[in-house]
């Protein structure tokens, strides 16, 4: 990956294989120190490292496995661009999940312009804000074998049914495993927020999912 | 505890914050109530779920895509820098444009005074009014008018002259031709 604009190997100072497997045993912020050295590679070892780790995070938030590409794909062009302004101070995996929750965030805006898009994902979000949190458990239907067999997808869509401001905490909190302050600060809100987010996502899922588990 | 306070606090005891959590009384509670035991059950078995549920892979030309956005992205940075379009010069630019702007508006020059310039008087005559002519004579035109047209007070010249420009006229006089064969 961006080989071809390293100058190190072109001249054969740093075999290729070597400077992978160094790239690989350093951590994320001594890899965007290398980049920000003029090590090329460096990218292409940030790149291998998060890829699929944000393509299922973008996809499980916009539920559209073309468009979490490309969104992933923008996400690395204005890291590569951005680089330099990172504060190296903070973690790497933090700032490149936020630009792409943002990139994420943008894309569910602009398709809820039509105005009764708007209207249902209001009425939803705010049903989703205000209901009491409870829980009955309901039937479950032991001979639905179509549901079990497609038990994984079913959960699947059982994230996506969640409202935007829920599905987003409860994708970073239990499915990458972000810690409450990581959340925070990738979805820019406070602690509190993403508590109380996390509860209702937590107990909305375990409605859509309850009949489907046994 | 009970159900509802369960419910509003699981977060704490499902992320375990040693600090701040009374786990023993989440457990206890556990124990003793089977509604909230199959709440903390559907939990953990949806988010393992979840977790095994395999998201999709990045294409086999992700790399090389990405390389071509970011190949393109620092072209056209490096043709804008060539052109000089840089935001040094880019403010610049609109610095000048402002000021020209400003040195074109109105109250900015009414502060140089205006050179007075005497100009002859304005004089103006009445014009020339013109008479109405009496009835001219009935002419052809309105002979080939249809014969409706042909009551009293119609064809005063006023009327006649409306009807000669008229596009029923027109029509009438080009039938009448076609009529004829004189096209």
């Known amino acids: 990956m961006f080989a071809e604009k390293k100058t190190h190997d072109a001249f054969g100072v740093i075999p290729a294989g070597d400077t992978r497997k160094e790239l690989a045993s350093l951590g994320d912020s001594e890899v965007v120190q290398k980049f920000l050295d003029g090590e090329e590679r460096a990218f292409g070892e940030l790149v291998r490292r998060y890829d699929s780790r944000l393509l299922n995070f973008v996809y499980r938030t916009v539920g559209d496995r073309e468009r979490a590409q490309d969104l992933v794909q923008e996400t690395f062009v204005r890291v590569y661009r951005h680089l330099h302004r990172f504060d190296q101070s903070k973690k790497f995996s933090t700032w490149i999940y936020t630009i792409a929750g943002n990139l994420a965030k943008n894309e569910l805006r602009n398709r809820s312009r039509n105005p009764l898009v708007l209207f249902q994902a209001i009425k939803k979000n705010w049903d989703a804000d205000h209901r009491p949190l409870e829980w009955e458990d309901e039937a479950y239907k032991p001979d639905d074998l179509f549901r079990k067999r497609h038990l994984k997808e079913k959960v699947d869509e059982a994230v996506q049914q969640l409202p935007e401001h829920h599905r987003i905490v409860f994708v970073l909190r239990e499915l990458e495993g972000r810690t409450y302050e990581e959340i925070a600060e990738i979805t820019e809100t406070n602690l509190g927020t993403v508590k109380s987010r996390l509860n209702r996502a937590r107990n909305n899922f375990a409605r859509i999912i309850a009949p489907m588990v046994d | ?183």
């Open chain 2, 1 to 183: 505890m009970n159900c509802q306070e369960f419910l509003e606090r699981y977060s704490e005891f499902r992320d375990f914050d040693e600090a701040d959590t009374d786990l023993d009384s989440f457990k206890t509670h556990l124990d003793s109530c089977p509604a909230c035991h199959r709440y903390h059950e559907v939990v953990e078995r949806g988010v393992e779920l979840a977790r095994s549920f395999t998201g999709p892979s990045p294409r086999e030309d992700f790399e090389d895509r990405l390389r071509h956005r970011i190949y393109h992205a620092d072209l056209v940075a490096q043709t804008r820098r060539r052109d000089g379009s840089s935001p040094l010069i880019a403010v610049a630019l609109a610095a000048a444009a402002v000021l020209a702007g400003v040195g074109a508006w109105g109250p900015i020059s009414t502060i140089t005074s205006a050179p007075t310039v005497d100009l002859p008087g304005i004089s103006a005559s009445a014009p020339q009014v013109r008479t109405i002519p009496g009835p001219l004579p009935v002419r052809e035109s309105a002979e080939r008018s249809p014969a409706f047209l042909n009551h009293s007070n119609l064809w005063s010249e006023s009327n006649t002259l409306l009807y000669e420009h008229s596009n029923l006229y027109h029509r009438y006089r080009d039938g009448t031709l076609i009529r004829t064969g004189l096209h």
